[in-house]
């Protein structure tokens, strides 16, 4: 610890512990360099000396008050204020002076503010310094230049001491300005680079849940796929309606822990695996043609498990009942956004379907009106073809 490093541990954080030093050697350069310059002064020109003696007695209180307490920002706003007043009555008061350093003073008070006291409070300053120096050019100036006159060496010396005083305060300030920025912007770098390593543990911790949910989801399948042999003929449909959609359930976890964004999923690509799915495990002997078509990139997890059960059941019903052995068919299903938070699904098949009370079972036909309510939306139905509208709840 020495006069120019005082002890800063009672202070917290870099940005405290660094404004602290600031001001403290701010203040400290003030006493020094203003008390040879009030030397100079109440020797050669005692009547110009108002503004030396004032800086002084600012560096001197800013030393004492800082010694007895770490509180450094009323400090700054004692330096841009009472700096402000001072530089502005030498101006317009104190015509002999000729006031080219008053303006270097001016930068360093703003600078002061903007360093000490925020952004938002060294815009104040400048607009007040601006002001006050309108107020010098159009009222005081003319004044200034009719009675200036030739200096001596020893006031130009005491001048150009104060000059070189600022200029060096201004380059102080302008440097710890730059520290702070370089601080703050490392600071940004170690926090995103935390960030990132945290966000790529957490997308692999999350697509391991993914793929152990899709894991336990087919043992499920395979274990109902057991038991499904022990059961009466009838049964077996209720059992392998169950299995559909617990497989559609594990493929929205699947297409999960495969997709670069965990939280979305590729619509077109997601049904037209699910229908696959579902075809390959109905085994049909007609040959199905599967066309999506969809406006819409991504979906969100809120709307995507209604969303895939319905394709579920939709789907299910054609492979059972609407293709005959032989027979070409064709599922086409659109999907589109119809407003800001629509969207619109439609379902077509061309096979013959049977009367409708076989086409679809009762089960199947609540669970779609169930899910359709989840989504706040409506359908209807047209012989093979089903249209539904409902709200994307992800948005």
Not at 18 to 34: D, G, H, M, N, P
Not at 361 to 382: A, H, M, N, P, V
Request: glycine share 6%; aromatic share 12%; charged share 20%.
């Amino acid at each position: 610890m020495s006069w120019f490093t005082p002890n800063t541990d009672s202070t917290e954080g870099y940005y405290d512990k660094a404004r602290y030093l600031l001001i403290w050697r701010i203040s400290l350069a003030f006493t020094l360099v203003f008390s040879a310059l009030a030397v100079i002064y109440l020797i050669l020109n005692p009547g110009n000396s108002h503004s030396v003696l004032l800086g002084l007695a600012l560096g001197l209180g800013g030393l004492v008050y800082l010694k007895f307490t770490t509180k450094y920002v009323p400090l700054f706003w004692v330096y841009s204020i009472s700096g402000t007043l001072i530089i502005h009555f030498s101006i317009n008061f104190i015509m002999e002076y000729t006031h080219y350093v008053d303006f270097l003073w001016m930068i360093a008070v703003i600078l002061i503010a903007y360093i000490g006291l925020g952004s938002r409070y060294g815009l104040i300053f400048i607009i007040i310094n601006g002001l006050g120096i309108g107020v010098f050019y159009f009222v005081s100036l003319n004044t200034h230049i009719k009675i200036l006159q030739d200096k001596s060496n020893i006031n130009l010396t005491g001048d150009y001491i104060e000059v070189s005083l600022v200029l060096f305060l201004i380059a102080y300030l302008l440097h710890q300005h730059f520290l702070f920025s370089d601080y703050t912007r490392a600071k940004l770098t170690l926090s995103n680079e935390n960030l990132e390593a945290k966000n790529q543990e957490n997308v692999v911790l999350l697509k391991e849940v993914h793929h152990r949910v899709k894991n336990n989801l087919q043992i499920i399948t395979s274990l109902l796929r057991l038991q499904k042999a022990e059961l009466k003929p009838e049964s077996e449909v209720k059992f392998d309606e169950a299995i559909g959609r617990i497989m559609t359930m594990s493929l929205i976890h699947q297409k999960l822990y495969q997709e670069a964004e965990l939280s979305k999923l590729v619509v077109k690509e997601y049904v037209l695996d699910l229908v696959e799915e579902i075809k390959n495990a109905y085994q049909t002997a007609a040959e199905v043609t599967i066309e999506v078509h969809s406006s819409i990139e991504s979906i969100g997890m809120k709307t995507v498990v209604p969303f895939g059960l319905m394709i579920n059941e939709l789907a299910s019903n054609s492979f059972k009942h609407a293709f005959k052995s032989g027979s070409e068919g064709k599922i086409v299903i659109h999907v589109r956004a119809i407003e800001k938070n629509k969207i619109a699904l439609k379902y077509y098949d061309n096979g013959i379907w049977r009367t409708p009370d076989i086409s679809c079972s009762k089960f199947g036909t609540e669970l779609i009106e169930t899910l359709i309510e989840q989504l706040d939306g409506t359908y209807k139905r047209t012989d093979s073809t089903y249209e539904f509208q409902f709200t994307n709840i992800d948005t």
